[in-house]
């Protein structure tokens, strides 16, 4: 079981709840990061894209429970189980639980309804444009699909990975509709919401006001799949190291890592993705 920092402090968690992951995921990435920001005790079961399904059905009770929009479908990840037996099947859903029930005044992740807007239009935009490119510049390959595997997943994933990589890679290409052409369109796409970004920040440390919001927490998570972090840089699974990428995925990733927009979400993972605030004392 994977507890808070807030609970390694010694408060013994009362609750516990559970996520269903593909770990490397941008939007999995999001759910984790809310989670771990306000020191929720949880369980996580992570699983290779394709494998997520069954356990996924499982958990809704066959879609039951689930839900869709843009960007997913009634069995994608991330899913959290709470304590009560609530479903939530979209990173924002679980993030705007956590800040409800665990947030105060002031820590809460949407200070401000800029706030939600600014994730909102990230979570439609960067975020199927990131994984579409991370898909197509390097995933793509089933030899770093399969040591994806080893390093996020249990032994038998990981097996079934070696074997089946090709076959898992070409129903997640043609879901996700990664193809040449499209990949090009979303690298221009990707590089015009960094600018965005940088222009929006003018040099400021957070996207809105003062302080770190879900609009922070969105960009960076959904940058992350272009940018590449790894754990010692703050990610909360394991991404290739830089000498793992292809030659395409780093030269792209260094030319993101340079830009304004780059650097802040870079510096959110360092100085803020380890952070956890007190939780709501109306949180029992």
């Not at 639980?97 to 401000?112: K, N, S, V």
């Not at 089933?142 to 390093?151: C, D, I, N």
Request: hydrophobic letters at 40%.
């Amino acid at each position: 079981m994977r507890t808070s920092a807030w609970d390694s402090l010694g408060r013994e968690a009362s609750r516990v709840h559970t996520l269903l992951t593909i770990p490397f995921s941008h939007y999995n990435e999001k759910a984790r990061w809310a989670l771990d920001r306000f020191g929720i005790a949880y369980r996580e079961r992570k699983y290779m894209p394709m494998l997520h399904v069954p356990a996924v059905i499982v958990a809704t009770r066959f879609g039951k429970h689930g839900g869709s929009d843009k960007v997913s479908s009634r069995f994608s990840t991330p899913l959290l189980v709470t304590d009560t037996g609530e479903r939530l099947c979209d990173s924002h859903d679980i993030v705007r639980w956590a800040d409800e029930r665990f947030a105060t005044p002031e820590t809460t992740l949407f200070p401000t309804p800029q706030a939600e807007v600014i994730e909102r239009e990230l979570g439609e935009g960067l975020g199927p444009h990131g994984r579409r490119i991370a898909y197509g510049l390097g995933m793509s390959d089933p030899s770093k699909f399969a040591e994806l595997a080893r390093h996020n997943v249990g032994w038998l994933q990981w097996r079934t990975t070696q074997i089946f990589g090709p076959l898992m890679i070409g129903v997640v290409s043609r879901a996700l509709r990664v193809d040449p052409p499209r990949v090009e369109k979303s690298i221009d796409a990707v590089r015009k919401v960094f600018d965005d970004i940088g222009r929006r920040l003018e040099g400021r440390r957070y996207l809105v006001g003062d302080r770190f919001s879900v609009a922070d927490l969105a960009f960076a998570c959904l940058a992350a799949a272009v940018l590449v972090p790894t754990r010692s840089e703050g990610f909360g699974a394991a991404l290739p190291e830089r000498s793992q990428l292809t030659p395409r995925a780093a030269t792209f990733a260094d030319e993101l890592r340079d830009t304004e927009a780059g650097q802040y979400a870079m510096r959110l993972f360092r100085d803020d993705r380890s952070a956890v605030v007190r939780p709501s004392a109306s949180a029992g």
